[in-house]
């Protein structure tokens, strides 16, 4: 990211105390000037994430690489063992969550695993009805209906990655209309840890080399956009410190294919401790 989001908390204090002196002068000067330090320290409620920082927000989101894996399963570029899916999170899991943390990073982790089925041409009902009850009991139906949008049929490889990403995009742009700001970021370090769970899967198999498809480099600049974005809202949403800090290690776990097989069980373990 070009621009800490320490520096956009300043303006978005600065611009709330404005908006409040020009639209009331009931509120004391010096309450006016704790808000505004309290806001520039990071110590702000979350109903001050302003127009402007969630626009910043959005983009930073947006300029993430397209999540490839999906797709290039779909293309056969990627193959899965078609018998291999006994990595993929058991949808029994989710009678065990508790916390709005937690079912957001289920979530994610689901919504992977569905795009994978989905990719493999697999029956996806038992984990699109686990989705439907994470996404009711978080308060975002409309990710359910956006992420079961089907590509054009015998779409080519640059029409489903521009699906995929205008999908992707749509699901973040609703969740900030709707103040979720924080569920979409725990969705995506769950929908990190998953993709990189199927890139450490002993079934994978990679035309030619993983580098030259594409997929290291983009796995490690999906994961460094949300660790930086989420290291930077944990004092608006102090859940997100703790998603931060579990999957800090997860860049570096899939540079390549090899150091992802070796790390499988590090990264199992990650999806584990996400859904404390």
């Known amino acids: 990211m070009k621009k800490s989001f320490v520096s956009l908390l300043t303006i978005a204090a600065i611009t709330f105390g ?47 690489p397209d999540s490839e894996l999906p797709y290039k399963v779909s293309t056969g570029e990627v193959t899965i063992s078609v018998a291999n899916t006994d990595f993929m999170l058991p949808v029994s899991k989710v009678s065990e969550l508790n916390t709005q943390a937690q079912k957001a990073r289920a ?43 089907s590509a054009p049929a015998n779409a080519s490889k640059e029409e489903l990655s521009k699906f995929m990403k205008n999908q992707e995009n749509k699901l973040i742009d609703a969740m900030m209309e709707n103040d979720k700001a924080d569920v979409e970021l725990e969705l995506l370090g769950g929908m990190a840890v998953e993709y990189a769970i199927v890139y450490a899967n002993p079934g994978l198999v990679v035309k030619g080399d993983a580098i030259s498809a594409g997929l290291s480099e983009n796995m490690e ?47 199992e373990e990650m999806r584990a401790n996400l859904l404390k």
Do not use: H, W
């Not at 989420?230 to 776990?253: N, W």
């Open 18 to 64: 404005m908006a409040s002196c020009n639209s009331s002068k009931k509120q004391d000067a010096a309450e006016q000037k704790v808000e505004e330090e309290a806001a520039i320290a990071g110590e702000v409620s979350k109903g001050l994430l302003t127009a402007e920082l969630k626009d910043e927000v959005t983009r930073f989101l947006k300029d993430m």
């Open 107 to 149: 979530c994610g982790i689901y919504f992977a695993d569905l795009n994978v089925l989905k990719a493999m041409k697999k029956p996806t009902t038992d984990i699109e009805n686990v989705l439907v009850k994470l996404t009711t009991d978080l308060d975002i139906p409309f990710a359910i209906d956006i992420m079961k949008e």
């Open 221 to 267: 600049k999906r994961i460094g956009i949300i660790q930086q974005i989420t290291a930077d809202l944990a004092k608006y949403y102090p859940d997100l410190e703790q998603l931060g800090t579990t999957i800090a290690p997860l860049s570096g776990m899939v540079a390549t294919i090899n150091t992802a097989r070796e790390s499988k069980a590090k990264i």
